[in-house]
């Protein structure tokens, strides 16, 4: 199974940016996905999650309202919209995929390597 996470990149306070997670080697129609991140001399955090169907999805507190995940079953993809950011929001951010949905890492089986996000003026 293969994670692979694009999009990252340095943008301004206030700016958007549009996180991608593809998603090979595995029937992914019917996988939770997940975002988290982790950022310089923290512990990784949930950021958000979506079921299988796309009808449910879970953020953390957070990113509520700034931030939207949706997917592409038929493509593979999993998304993260990322407005209104925030030096807050740096760090890097990991795709996950597991079989339920929740907001712990440990639902989750399969991580991406992580793509970079740096929020700075």
């Known amino acids: 199974v293969q994670v692979v996470e694009t999009g990252g990149g340095l943008v301004q306070p206030g700016g958007s940016l549009r996180l991608s997670c593809a998603v090979s080697?595995?029937?992914?129609?019917?996988?939770?996905m997940a975002w988290f991140r982790q950022a310089p001399g923290k512990e990784r955090e949930f950021v958000a999650a979506?079921?299988?169907?796309?009808?449910?999805?879970y953020y953390g507190d957070s990113v509520k309202g700034r931030f939207t995940v949706s997917r592409n079953n038929a493509k593979n993809t999993v998304f993260l919209q990322m407005n209104s950011l925030k030096p807050d929001d740096t760090g890097v951010y990991y795709c996950?995929?597991?079989?339920?949905?929740?907001?712990?890492?440990?639902?989750?089986?399969?991580w991406g390597q992580g793509t970079s996000v740096i929020v700075s003026s």
């Open positions: 996950a995929v597991g079989l339920r949905l929740g907001v712990e890492e440990s639902a989750y089986d399969y």
């Open positions: 080697g595995r029937i992914f129609v019917t996988d939770a």
């Open positions: 979506i079921e299988w169907r796309g009808t449910t999805t």
